[in-house]
C-alpha cells in the first residue's frame, strides 16, 4: 500500500474517531478508552519514530489532572497522548493551543452569558470536543505543510 493512500486512510479515521470522541464527551462526559486506543493505533498506519515523543504532548494535561481539582479528567489526558502519538510532538503541541484557545473562548462566552441572565453556579463543559478539534487543525496542518 502507498504512503499517499496509507495517508488517506488515516486522515479519514482519524477524523471519525475524533468525532466519536466529541459525541461521546458531549454526552456522557467520559470518552471510551477503545476511541483512544483506536486513534493510538492509528499511529501505525503512518509510523515515524520522531511522532513518539507526541506522548509528551500530554504532560501538561496529566499535571493538570493530578493537581487540580474538577479540572481535565483522565480520558482528556488519553486523548492528548493518543492524539500526540498520530501528530509528533510539534504539532501535537499546535493541537493544544489551537483546542485550549478554543475551549476558553467557549467557557468564557457561556460563562459570562449565565452571569448576565443572573445565574450562579460553576458549570463544566467538556474538553475532549475542542481537543479533537485542535488535532484535526494540526493534522491537515502537519500534512500540508504547515507545521515540521
Do not use: H
Not at 500500500?1 to 459525541?23: H, N, P, T, Y
Not at 493541537?95 to 475551549?103: I, R, Y
Not at 475542542?130 to 484535526?136: E, N, P, T, V, W
Request: hydrophobic share 50%; net charge neutral; aromatic share 8%.
Amino acid at each position: 500500500m502507498s504512503g499517499e493512500v496509507r495517508w488517506q486512510i488515516q486522515a479519514v479515521l482519524f477524523l471519525l474517531l475524533l468525532l466519536a470522541v466529541s459525541v461521546c464527551d458531549i454526552r456522557t462526559r467520559e470518552i471510551p478508552d477503545s476511541l483512544q486506543l483506536g486513534i493510538a493505533g492509528l499511529s501505525l498506519l503512518c509510523f515515524s519514530p520522531e511522532n513518539l515523543a507526541g506522548i509528551l504532548g500530554a504532560v501538561p494535561y496529566l499535571m493538570t489532572a493530578l493537581f487540580f481539582d474538577n479540572g481535565i479528567g483522565g480520558g482528556d489526558v488519553k486523548l492528548a497522548a493518543a492524539t500526540g502519538l498520530v501528530l509528533g510532538l510539534p504539532a501535537s503541541l499546535a493541537a493544544s493551543l489551537l483546542g485550549l484557545t478554543g475551549f476558553i473562548l467557549y467557557a468564557g462566552v457561556c460563562s459570562g452569558i449565565k452571569r448576565l441572565l443572573g445565574k450562579e453556579g460553576k458549570e463544566g463543559y467538556p474538553v475532549g470536543p475542542f481537543l479533537s478539534a485542535g488535532a484535526i487543525a494540526a493534522y491537515l496542518l502537519k500534512n500540508g505543510g504547515t507545521i515540521l
